[in-house]
């Protein structure tokens, strides 16, 4: 069974970046779908961007299109999410997960969670 462990969350004032890794264990990432979600306090979790199997197509929600970058190492293994241009309303906590459907724009249509990086931005 797949796990997964996202990393590089943390407090950066607005207009910083970050990266988010998500690290897999137990399996290959090779053969699935990628997607970052994110959460914040009393909201629905909600997409933010997916990756295909091979890499070769990307998709994002809106509110971080031409911010975000999402990319895959399946030599590695990892996922990443570079996030620039960081508002206050980025603030959340991201999660990453693994499945079979691609775009993959719904929480249903991944199979592996992992845990959550807490992602804070300050005005």
């Known amino acids: 069974q797949v796990q997964l462990v996202e990393s590089g969350g943390g407090l950066v004032q607005a207009g910083g970046s970050l990266r988010l890794s998500c690290a897999a264990s137990g399996g290959t990432l090779s053969s699935y779908n990628m997607g970052w979600f994110r959460q914040a306090p009393g909201k629905e979790r909600e997409f933010v961007a997916s990756?295909?199997?091979?890499?070769?197509?990307?998709s994002y929600t809106d509110f971080v299109k031409d911010r975000f970058i999402i990319s895959r190492d399946n030599a590695k293994t990892t996922l990443y999410l570079q996030m620039n241009s960081l508002k206050p309303e980025d603030t959340a906590v991201y999660y990453c997960a693994a499945g079979s459907i691609y775009p993959g724009r719904t929480p249903g249509s991944y199979v592996y969670w992992g845990h959550g990086a807490q992602v804070t931005v300050s005005s």
């Open positions: 990756i295909s199997w091979s890499g070769g197509s990307t």
